[in-house]
């Protein structure tokens, strides 16, 4: 059995699935074509995403199966639920982002629960006895691999376009049943994303300028005719040297 863990991202600015995603049913379809293997959807979430799991099957899937749960848990969350759905798959496809931009670590989460190897990231893939994948590197550069059992894969967008489904299929995917797997009961251990500012190094404390009328005070904070401080040259040892630092730092208001 093949499996393509999908993601629907509904009620935001992109609503639907990621190409990656889109990809990742296409794989798993020719995967299972190249073996005679049949193919199940998962998804994780509310009741929506099941316009996505009849999508899976107009294209070709057996089984479409959602996970109810919360549409907010975090991805080792959304693994946990995966796994007993798709743990006796032989393949797990899965997309490398989805459509809101993720981070991309369920299929990672979902392969040390299963322990299976995993090929992230992947480029290109020939469904020849043993898988062959391509996955991409940093640089530009290529990693080609040999999946001989079990593994967790994830594709990039540009790898494959899903199929067209044929009318029929897409009618009769309608009135299919998606099966609902557990209930609304998983733990959500999410947490709201802390919110980034720009850096602003605390206010230094200067002396009071001098000069005795309001005229000369103002020069002389806004006097740029002096010539600038040229900057300190230290010879010291590096952990003398790293306290100066901290020192110098501390001096200008960018640390406690």
């Known amino acids: 059995m093949i499996a393509a863990c999908i993601k629907w991202i509904g009620g935001r600015s992109v609503t639907g699935l990621s190409a ?87 299929p990672a989460f979902l392969a040390e629960l299963l322990d299976r190897q995993q090929a992230l990231g992947l480029v290109a893939a020939e469904f020849i006895d043993p898988l062959r994948v391509v996955r991409r590197l940093d640089g530009g550069r290529r990693e080609v691999l040999r999946i001989t059992g079990q593994a967790v894969l994830s594709v990039e967008g540009s790898v494959a376009r899903l199929r067209r489904a044929p009318l029929r299929a897409a009618l009769t995917a309608q009135g299919t049943e998606v099966l609902p797997y557990g209930t609304r009961t998983s733990p959500n251990t999410s947490v709201a994303a802390p919110t980034v500012r720009p850096y602003r190094p605390r206010a230094r404390v200067l002396n009071a300028p001098a000069g005795v009328t309001p005229l000369e005070r103002l020069r002389a904070l806004t006097d740029a005719s002096s010539a600038p401080q040229p900057g300190e040259i230290v010879e010291a040892d590096p952990a003398d040297a790293a306290a100066r630092i901290i020192d110098a730092l501390s001096e200008w208001g960018y640390l406690a």
Do not use: F, K, Q
């Open 20 to 106: 990656a995603d889109e990809c990742a049913i296409e794989m798993a379809l020719r995967h299972g074509e190249a073996t005679r293997s049949s193919v199940i959807a998962v998804t994780v979430g509310s009741a929506v995403a099941d316009r996505c799991l009849r999508d899976a099957l107009a294209c070709g899937a057996a089984t479409a199966i959602r996970v109810d749960a919360p549409d907010n848990m975090d991805s080792a969350s959304v693994a946990a639920a995966l796994m007993p759905v798709v743990g006796h798959s032989t393949a797990v496809w899965c997309g490398d982002y989805s459509a809101d931009r993720g981070s991309g670590s369920v």
